[in-house]
């Protein structure tokens, strides 16, 4: 069936440093897929997604990649802010429905 | 302004009470959706509706029920409410399957 898988359910970093978070998805034919930001208190908000098998989607210095061939969508950031502490879904999206990752609780140290 | 908003922000119910939970989008989309959200589970996904009087169940729909008689409004129905069910509520539209969601602020429920 489908899903996402979203192993790491909790990232500590440092200001500046460099951010992964992995996602892998499993499903048939071409779906889009999403990355979701949630600040505390607050429902998710799109922050970026990619529809094209192979395409870079790119967002306030966050980018992920649709590799069809690894069926990965993983997110990257060069270097994380304080105010990046927030969790992230990866999500995917193969029709009507949208299938999220469990979630990644970033938390940036000043 | 494109806005998805829930009513209401916070409740309190005991076992047993019905419980309505409430959603609105001022974009006319198509598509809306109930989630509840509680930790290590991330959102999993109660209904779909695609439109009018047409809903269809999504993964965890045991408990629930609901109700869309306008475009801009999406009912959540818990009859005789469960501790079980204790958790965040959150309602999201979008206009079509590529599309981003909008996610209201959400509800948390808790269920004595």
Redesign the interface.
């Known amino acids: 069936g489908d899903s996402v898988i979203q192993m790491q359910?909790q990232v500590t970093l440092s200001e500046n440093d460099f951010l992964f978070i992995n996602c892998t998805y499993s499903t048939t034919g071409y779906p889009?897929l999403?990355w979701?930001v949630q600040y505390s208190?607050?429902?998710?908000?799109?922050l970026l997604?990619v529809?094209t098998a192979n395409n870079k989607g790119s967002s306030r210095g966050f980018e992920a990649t649709y590799d069809k061939g690894t069926t990965s969508f993983h997110l990257q950031k060069t270097s994380v802010q304080e105010i990046d502490s927030a969790v992230y879904?990866c999500a995917m999206?193969p029709?009507?429905?949208?299938?999220?990752?469990?979630?990644t609780h970033l938390h940036v140290l000043p | 302004d494109m806005k998805?908003t829930q009513m209401p922000r916070y409740l309190i119910k005991r076992m047993g009470e019905n419980v309505l939970l409430e959603c609105g989008q001022d974009m006319s989309h198509e598509?809306m959706?109930w989630y509840r959200q509680d930790p290590?589970?991330?959102?999993q996904?109660i209904y779909?509706s695609?439109d009018v009087d047409s809903n269809?169940e999504?993964d965890i729909p045991k408990g629930y029920r609901v109700s869309r008689k306008k475009r801009e409004h999406f009912s959540l129905i818990l009859d005789s409410a469960k501790t079980n069910q204790t958790s965040v509520y959150?309602c999201?539209s979008r206009t079509g399957?590529?599309a981003?969601?909008f996610?209201?602020?959400?509800t948390r429920l808790t269920v004595l």
């Open positions: 359910g889009t999403f979701y208190g607050e429902g998710p908000q799109l997604q529809t879904y999206s029709a009507y429905k949208v299938i999220f990752g469990k979630g | 998805v598509t959706y290590g589970l991330g959102l996904l779909i695609y269809s999504g959150f999201a399957n590529y981003e969601q996610f209201g602020p959400g």
